[in-house]
């Protein structure tokens, strides 16, 4: 039995039979990161010798009793701009380089009180900001499948680690796709839960209106094992949805979508889109179909509309967010300043990245006096049209699918000095963020240089339950998932 090739799910099952236990669990892990990781690099930090410490005492504490918590003994990786009490989270930003948070984040609380085992922190673009891992201050993760193409972003070490079975499922988070693109460019599965869903409360914040935890996994089952997990109300969270958490898990008994209406936007088939990735996707549609859905063929007019307002938003949140990082109460402090304006300046100039410093500029240029309403107010009543389609269009399907990303994962430096051609690889995804609703990216094939193909599974809010009955349906019913990238 080869431990890092099993699924979360089968993983929890052994270890609940007393088949495996936490230490041999933690050992198999360190020996698969010290393989691959060398190629991989999805870390920032490890934290092997506590979660072996940590699995010694589990084992120990269940000795003869075998009730087993859905997260006990698990492995997980975290992505590195969620608070891990204790252990360095540096948003893989030179700002944060020393910073050891005094608290957990809420979903991390959950989990450890489960009694999951961290494995790691996962790399990640600057602050969540980019489509690549480009932007992170360590250099970049790489992509398992080939390992000169990115691995997406800005969760792409955690996806780049499911992929590799660098752990046994990972936590990322989504603002306008950094969960579902980077798992669709790996291989993996990728769900960004409906917005309130799952806790933000520590997570380092970069757009508060559109960022959302959720889990990225080997398989279907999985994300609907770990999401049940880490969902649910937090009154730390001003956001959270006081909704009441389904076993998600039942919801994956039905292997068909009879019943199920699912809408195909045109406006997501137009100019742009790869070929090998519209075929992939036409292909997923059919089996779709086969599976007894019913096809409808629907309209979100506002799509064109929808990067636009995203950048416009999204910056404007992020320059009021990282206003914080000033030099005073934490993170990096220039030394030899003249005043404090210039302990201000010279903070940020050396703390923050290109791809930051962008993205704050642009931020504070809409926000700025006589310029707000010229652009993010119109983005903020373009965002509620938005919004209002994708209701029109839920009064008359039960799902939308689309592609995930317009092509499958680009090679280092493709996009790197073109940064309008990298906002561009998250124009599938961000609507769904804009609109707050459930997404999931699922494998749906490969390009003929054997890269990954995403498909997109948009649903209802607060629906997750139908969004993971179809995605499970049709994952079940193709051999994608058993495909499995030969990093070594």
């Not at 046994?168 to 950094?178: F, I, M, N, P, Q």
């Not at 990282?322 to 300046?345: C, H, I, P, Q, W």
């Not at 240029?365 to 938005?386: E, H, M, N, W």
Request: a neutral charge.
């Amino acid at each position: 039995m080869s431990i890092p090739k099993l699924s979360l799910y089968e993983l929890h099952e052994k270890f609940t039979a007393g088949e495996v236990t936490a230490t041999e669990i933690v050992r198999a892990y360190g020996l698969r990161i010290g393989q691959v990781e060398p190629k991989v690099k999805a870390y920032i930090t490890q934290t092997k010798d506590a979660a072996v410490a940590q699995a010694t005492a589990l084992d120990a504490s269940l000795k003869g009793w075998r009730k087993t918590l859905p997260m006990m003994g698990m492995p997980l990786a975290i992505k590195d701009n969620i608070c891990t009490e204790g252990v360095l989270t540096t948003c893989a930003s030179r700002m944060l380089g020393n910073f050891v948070p005094p608290y957990d984040a809420t979903v991390i609380a959950r989990l450890r009180a489960q009694g999951y085992l961290l494995i790691g922190k996962t790399n990640l673009d600057e602050f969540a900001m980019g489509s690549s891992t480009e932007n992170s201050s360590v250099g970049p993760s790489r992509n398992p499948w080939n390992l000169q193409c990115v691995p997406g972003g800005s969760s792409g070490g955690s996806a780049a680690a499911v992929a590799a079975d660098e752990c046994v499922a990972a936590l990322g988070s989504d603002t306008g796709g950094s969960i579902r693109q980077p798992a669709a460019f790996c291989g993996v599965v990728g769900l960004k839960p409906t917005y309130g869903r799952v806790s933000r409360y520590g997570l380092i914040a970069f757009a508060s209106s559109l960022d959302q935890i959720g889990p990225i996994t080997k398989d279907v089952r999985d994300a609907a094992f770990l999401l049940g997990a880490i969902a649910g109300h937090d009154p730390l969270d001003s956001t959270s949805a006081d909704v009441p958490v389904p076993d998600y898990l039942k919801a994956l008994k039905k292997k068909d979508l009879k019943k199920l209406k699912v809408g195909v936007p045109v406006e997501f088939f137009a100019e742009g889109l790869d070929a090998e990735v519209e075929q992939a996707v036409r292909a997923a549609i059919e089996q779709l179909k086969a599976l007894g859905g019913e096809i409808k063929e629907i309209r979100l007019p506002r799509t064109d509309a929808a990067v636009a307002v995203y950048y416009v938003i999204a910056t404007a949140e992020a320059s009021s967010n990282l206003a914080r990082y000033d030099g005073v109460k934490f993170g990096l402090r220039a030394k030899e300043t003249k005043d404090l304006l210039d302990l201000y300046m010279k903070t940020r100039q050396e703390g923050f990245g290109p791809e930051v410093k962008r993205r704050i500029m642009l931020g504070t240029y809409v926000l700025s006096a006589g310029y707000y309403d010229a652009y993010y107010g119109k983005a903020q009543a373009v965002r509620t049209l938005i919004r209002q389609d994708f209701e029109a269009a839920f009064q008359e399907v039960d799902l939308i699918v689309t592609p995930v990303t317009p092509t499958p994962a680009f090679k280092f430096g493709a996009k790197s000095d073109d940064p309008l051609q990298m906002y561009l690889s998250d124009i599938f995804t961000i609507s769904a963020n804009l609109a707050g609703v459930p997404a999931i990216s699922v494998p749906c094939g490969f390009s003929q240089t054997g890269l990954p193909i995403g498909l997109q599974l948009i649903g209802r809010p607060f629906e997750e339950e139908t969004l993971l009955r179809a995605a499970y349906a049709y994952e079940q019913s193709t051999q994608w998932r058993a495909k499995k990238p030969a990093v070594r």
